[in-house]
């Protein structure tokens, strides 16, 4: 009889909800450690054109990919691949392989090896989040280098051998793009966040996916029992029997739950007692426009321009702003859509824009700062989303405002934007709303005096609770002190709420929590009038909202106000939301 292995259990970040229970294929790290092979002097000449022969098929297969990104994703998302290219094309970088081949006597594959892992290595201590995100590209490139010296290609993700759950360190652009979609089953991975390439595939093709996995998954093998918890967040190998049947029935649980889910998309998120919750969609990149159809969406909540330029190695120009947000709009057909305007700095770091790196990058130079501080910058993308406002119904709103001059500066810029349309004749909306958005505690304490120069507020819940609570969010060290219900978060949207209202404009949530089931009792009680997500979240949301009633989660806001704690603040809404979808809170919360 075959001996039962041990099940080990991993925890990471649950990036896509659902659960997976099959074959694990283990990609390795692509660069794996190639032996330091000596070579003859009359060899030298022959291992340099290995390593320029090899470059230049890696070039040729950049370029397709980039064409056939551009073909299915209509937008500019295959200019992630520029960066491939620079490698590519980095003379310093080739030529010191060459030397190194030359002067060491060393075989073209180990010398392009060593030279990249002095690279990698590097950029790996650094502390910043985007630079040290670039080791993926590095890595990326070189493997593909290294592997065409050897006469392969990278085949595995694009024929899996069956239904297989897909376990790597990372995944990159160019995989994820080949992959077989028929046949990957979930993804885990050791690196990334709910915002990495991995994780937006993931959600992209409906499957569950953990990141950040811990401590590692060098524990798995090719072959192996997984399964992919992605509620909890939860890897298992080689799962016990016990196991495998408690999560095949939650398997079946969230399958039927689905189904379920999909059958109410034509119904309003409205309470049983007549509120209506207006469900909108966060998205980055036009790919996630497939997500929004699926799930009949009111509209998009917030359009996450950075994304425009953290994928191009250049600044993107106003053309090609005006071409995507046109786009974007013009395939919402009528329904609204918020484009928030430049949000870099912080974790978000681009060297071509932000001169210096900062200490503290979440305090410093970073969105309506670096906008304020780079007219010009800031100039042309508003005259972007201007020009694209004729396409449908375009609101425009500024993030990380902290006091009124940040308004007013803003306000200004827009209307000298305007202007300078007018004047050359080029159309624009004359009655697009404009917004704000409350990410800081000195915003939410100004918001009655905000809230009479704007026509609405989207409060970003992410940076408000770090910033009120001082604790970095990427902080693995402070992360029990994250507490979206912590009673000051919820009184200072209390706060901002009640000065909408006094000046008759709207207020939307734009941050994680409007997505988590956890807190939709909660923000429907504050008073909140709109919620917007990724949208693989709104057909759950939605179905609390028709399952609630507002006199009810009012009457638990007002007993969460009164509470010392996050825990005990929370704990009212979940025991509403065990009351009214027991299926749900089983799965998703209680994690049976």
């Known amino acids: 009889m075959k001996e039962q292995k041990q099940e080990i259990r991993l925890a990471g970040i649950p990036a896509s909800p659902g659960i997976a229970i099959g074959t694990a294929l283990v990609l390795g790290s692509r660069i794996t450690d190639i032996e330091k092979n000596q070579i003859r002097q009359e060899n030298v000449e022959s291992e340099i054109n ?7 098929i890696t070039k040729k297969q950049v370029l397709e990919l980039q064409e056939k990104i551009a073909k299915e994703l209509k937008d500019n998302e295959a200019r992630i691949f520029d960066a491939h290219l620079l490698i590519l094309d980095d003379y310093t970088l080739i030529n010191s392989v060459k030397e190194a081949i030359k002067n060491n006597l060393v075989s ?34 070189a493997s593909r280098v290294i592997a065409n010296m050897y006469g392969k290609e990278f085949e595995e993700l694009k024929k899996l051998p069956g239904q297989r759950i897909i376990i790597s360190v990372e995944l990159n652009p160019s995989d994820t793009i080949l992959m077989d979609r028929e046949n990957a089953q979930a993804f885990a991975t050791e690196t990334g966040s709910r915002t990495s390439h991995a994780a937006i595939i993931a959600r992209s093709m409906n499957i569950p996916a953990v990141v950040a996995i811990t401590p590692s998954i060098s524990q798995i093998r090719s072959g192996d029992i997984v399964i992919i918890d992605g509620y909890q967040g939860i890897v298992i190998v080689n799962p016990s029997v016990d196991s495998l049947n408690f999560y095949t029935r939650k398997e079946t649980i969230g399958e039927k739950i689905n189904e379920d889910l ?16 207006q469900l909108m969609a966060n998205i980055e990149v036009l790919e996630d426009m497939k997500e929004i159809e699926k799930n009949k969406v009111a509209g998009i909540g917030l359009y996450r321009t950075e994304y425009l330029y953290i994928n191009s190695e250049y600044l993107p120009n106003e053309d090609l702003q005006y071409k995507t947000y046109a786009a974007v709009v013009s395939e919402m057909k009528g329904k609204p859509v918020t484009i928030r305007t430049l949000d870099l700095g912080g974790d978000k770091i681009k060297t071509n824009i932000s001169l210096y790196l900062e200490k503290n990058p979440f305090l410093g130079y970073r969105a309506i700062r670096l906008c304020l501080g780079n007219l010009q910058l800031f100039k042309t993308q508003l005259k972007a989303i201007l020009r694209a406002s004729v396409h449908g119904n375009m609101k425009i709103m500024f993030p990380m405002i902290s006091c009124v001059e940040e308004v007013d500066k803003s306000l200004y810029a827009l209307e000298e934007v305007k202007k300078e349309l007018h004047s050359k004749n080029i159309p624009f909306s004359k009655s697009m709303e404009i917004g704000i958005m409350i990410e800081t505690p000195s915003a939410a304490i100004l918001a009655d005096k905000l809230a009479a120069k704007v026509d609405f507020f989207s409060i970003g819940t992410n940076d408000l609770i770090q910033y009120t609570l001082a604790v970095d969010r990427t902080s693995e060290k402070v992360a029990y002190l994250y507490q979206p219900t912590h009673p000051s978060i919820l009184t200072l949207i209390k706060y901002v709420v009640d000065a909408a209202r006094k000046h008759g404009i709207w207020v939307s949530v734009c941050g994680e929590m409007a997505g988590d089931p956890q807190y939709t009792i909660l923000l429907m009680g504050l008073g909140i009038s709109e919620l917007s997500m990724s949208p693989v979240s709104i057909n759950l949301i939605r179905k609390i909202i028709r399952n609630s009633r507002m006199y009810e989660t009012e009457e638990i806001v007002e007993k969460a106000l009164n509470c010392s704690t996050a825990n005990e603040a929370l ?10 979808v027991p299926d749900i809170y089983d799965l998703i919360i209680k994690g049976e």
């Open 50 to 56: 290995i390593l320029e022969q090899a470059i230049d």
């Open 108 to 141: 073209a594959d180990y010398a392009f090896y060593d030279k990249i892992q002095y690279y990698v290595n590097t950029i790996s201590k650094m502390k910043d989040p985007y630079l040290k995100e670039r080791g993926a590209d590095i890595r990326d490139v």
């Open 262 to 277: 999909m059958g109410e998309i034509n119904l309003r998120p409205e309470t049983i007692d007549g509120y209506r919750i």
């Open 571 to 580: 704990t009212y809404s979940l025991n509403y939301l065990k009351k009214i």
